[in-house]
């Protein structure tokens, strides 16, 4: 085990998956000569050489387009969007293509790209560096959705992302990529896609969460214990989910606050929120409450704080329930 | 400093008008080439002939045209080995066919049946791209990744005029430039993109200059000269063998037919410039070259075109025989490894269809 940050942890899976299979490759801007901007792909281009690590030009559609035409060579394209909302022009080869060409051929051809980017907002930058799209991936039929909360989980579900036979996409807390450290294992290391993961036992209340929201969640769990007992479930596979770890964690304590950084409407909250109202409404003592980004552009970060879901929302949401 | 290639901007043509302009010939086709160029253009010619009687019919959906285009596909594929790879747009549906693909495949396409699925890798031949000019970049990164891992293969993407608009054309162009990709940028330029005519989809003075900017040569063919169409494609490829990267290759000509079934070009074309260019169509100009040379004769003609016409009777015959298909089918190809979802979803489907 080593002690790793966030975005070190992404750069060891890259190491040890690159040296794994000759057919990985990873591609995007400034991702080679600089090692990306936030340094995931650092040390790659001189280890596996310019043609396994590409500074490609700036066009995020052209990436992953040229990615579907890789795969069709053979290759296993890790694709690299700089940032969350400059990943929008990429949606047109995800919807169109992407998501659709295994299927278009019968099944008979496999697609096993990824695409991974930043994603989330509290780091003071500019418009645009802030967004949470998980959304719009995870509605996109034909692809796969996962966000890590921690440095192992960032470095074992990118792996298994880029072994998966279908396309991922991967969003990775850019909050954390410094801030969250934690024991990373050695050598090859996967985290199943659509295994949620219990990160603390509870029986009055679940926070449910995922990527940043994740350590939020934790806080908030703290800042509630001498009132009562909180789960905290992070799903860590937004698609497929593990519904019955989701159905689980409801059932215990009948209670459960959504947390997601994302705007509120259709977020991928709604789903989750869905589910509990379709398949556990016996079990609930208390409606599913959601605490969300708000139906705005993403602030200017002066007032990003009042955006972003805070411990003090999620506890007001939680005793809320319990007062229910 | 990288040398500027200036757009070549006269339009090629070898074949002649049997008047005033001389017949030419393109050096390396035998007259075996020359007869096999003619079944490929008719074994098109009927299918796109065939495919509109039969929507009419109701035996197909929607359907696009492609009458006049034939010879930008046939003289295309002709430079091209097995090895390569063709991506078509809808405009090039049943390119296929001249790979061997059944005719049934590509009408059980139009049908909207799965059996109109084919492995890509089975055929060279990519999916269908519906959507414009976004099969540009795949076409581009299938090419960079035959290069990677040292094959000779390339690839040739196929678009029309108005895809040079897309952004994926250009991201997949200038991609390949980049990459020194094997890669042919093939426009079919009919001036018409349903109703919006070239004038109103660029300024620039002709598609080939575009290629200037990616600093890769551009081309101008008579896109009616199936000769002119595989002799510029045919240095295209040398080039791409050679690791010289892309060409782009604008071939000119006219549609002579609506862009669609669904479509009525009565409300936006001239239809005397659409008569004019009918006079011209690429079969036709080409079987008179071929008798000028004496070696297509009437019952030579005839016996290519019952073959074709067999071919396309089969085909339907075939298609039309296929089963409807299982609604388990809605779940089967989307992912290798589907959600516990989808067996409950099918499950229910089934209930409620008391299947």
Redesign the interface.
């Known amino acids: 085990m080593a002690e790793l940050t966030l975005v070190e942890a992404i750069n060891d899976a890259f190491h040890v998956e690159l040296e794994r299979d000759p057919d990985v490759m990873v591609m995007g801007e400034d991702v080679g000569r600089a090692g990306g901007v936030f340094r995931a792909t650092a040390g790659l281009r001189d280890r596996f050489g310019p043609?396994r690590c590409v500074d490609?030009?700036l066009?995020e559609?052209?990436i992953?387009?040229?990615?579907?035409?890789?795969?069709?060579?053979?290759?296993r394209p890790v694709c690299e969007m700089q940032y969350d909302a400059f990943s929008y022009?990429c949606l047109?080869?995800l919807i169109?293509?992407v998501?659709r060409?295994?299927?278009?051929?019968?099944?008979?051809?496999?697609f096993p790209l990824v695409v991974r980017m930043p994603y989330g907002g509290g780091v003071r930058a500019p418009e645009l560096h802030d967004d949470s799209p998980e959304a719009y991936y995870v509605h996109t039929?034909?692809v796969?959705v996962a966000i890590p909360s921690t440095p192992a989980d960032a470095k074992g579900l990118l792996a298994a992302a880029i072994r998966?036979?279908?396309p991922v996409v991967v969003l990775e807390p850019k909050l954390h990529y410094r801030t969250l450290r934690g024991e990373v294992p050695e050598g090859e290391h996967v985290v199943p896609l659509?295994e949620a993961r219990t990160v603390r036992e509870g029986t009055d209340v679940t926070l449910v969460a995922y990527g940043a929201m994740v350590p939020l969640a934790e806080a908030a769990a703290d800042a509630l214990d001498d009132e009562v007992s909180t789960e905290v479930l992070d799903i860590r596979t937004l698609?497929?989910?593990d519904?019955a770890a989701l159905l689980a964690a409801a059932a215990k304590t009948g209670r459960v606050v959504i947390i997601q950084e994302a705007p509120r409407t259709a977020g991928y909250g709604a789903e989750l929120a869905a589910i509990l109202a379709e398949k556990a409404m016996l079990d609930l003592r208390a409606p599913v409450v959601r605490v969300t980004g708000y139906d705005v552009p993403y602030p200017y970060w002066q007032i990003e704080d009042a955006y972003m879901p805070s411990v003090e929302r999620v506890v007001d949401a939680a005793r809320r329930l319990l007062e229910f | 400093m990288a040398q500027v290639l200036p757009a070549e901007r006269d339009l090629r043509r070898v074949i002649g008008d049997g008047e005033g302009v001389p017949d030419g010939e393109v050096e390396g086709l035998s007259e075996d080439d020359l007869l096999e160029l003619h079944r490929r253009l008719v074994q098109l010619r009927t299918y796109d002939e065939r495919s509109l009687v039969y929507h009419r019919q109701g035996r197909i959906g929607t359907y696009a045209i492609f009458w006049n285009h034939e010879a930008m596909q046939a003289g295309s594929v002709y430079a091209l080995e097995r090895e390569d790879?063709i991506f078509p747009s809808y405009r090039e549906s049943a390119i296929g066919l001249l790979r061997g693909m059944p005719a049934s495949t590509v009408l059980s396409w139009w049908r909207g049946h799965?059996t109109g699925?084919?492995?890509?890798?089975?055929w060279n031949v990519?999916?269908i791209c519906v959507?414009i000019g976004?099969?540009?970049?795949?076409?581009?990164?299938?090419?960079?990744?035959?290069k990677?891992?040292g094959e000779s293969a390339c690839?040739v993407a196929y678009f029309g005029d108005g895809a040079t608009s897309e952004?994926?054309f250009h991201?997949?162009a200038?991609?390949a430039a980049?990459m020194r990709a094997p890669l042919i940028l093939f426009c079919n330029n009919n001036q018409w993109a349903i109703s919006t005519p070239l004038e109103a989809q660029t300024a620039a003075e002709t598609l080939a200059d575009k290629a200037v900017g990616y600093g890769i040569p551009g081309v101008r063919v008579d896109g009616a000269d199936v000769l002119a169409v595989y002799e510029a494609t045919r240095e295209a490829v040398t080039r791409a063998r050679a690791g010289d990267g892309p060409t782009f290759i604008e071939a000119v000509t006219y549609r002579a037919a609506p862009h669609a079934t669904a479509d009525d070009p009565s409300a936006y074309i001239d239809p005397a410039r659409v008569e004019e260019e009918k006079e011209r169509e690429c079969l036709g100009r080409y079987e008179a070259y071929l008798r000028r040379l004496g070696l297509l004769s009437d019952e030579a003609a005839e016996a290519v075109r019952a073959e074709a016409l067999e071919r396309m009777r089969e085909g339907i015959a075939q298609a039309e025989a296929e089963p409807a298909p299982d609604p388990a089918l809605l779940f089967?190809?989307?992912?290798?490894?589907p959600?516990?979802?989808f067996d409950q979803d099918l499950a229910e489907l089934r209930r409620v269809l008391g299947g």
């Open positions: 043609d490609t030009p066009a559609a052209g992953l387009g040229s990615a579907v035409g890789l795969c069709m060579a053979g290759w022009p047109d080869q169109t293509h998501g060409y295994r299927w278009r051929t019968g099944g008979a051809m496999e039929p034909g796969k998966d036979p279908d659509g698609k497929p989910l519904e | 790879w799965p699925w084919w492995n890509p890798a089975d990519a999916s959507p976004t099969h540009v970049p795949h076409a581009a990164g299938l090419a960079w990744g035959k990677l891992r690839a952004g994926a991201e997949g200038n991609f980049v089967s190809h989307a992912l290798a490894s959600p516990a979802s």
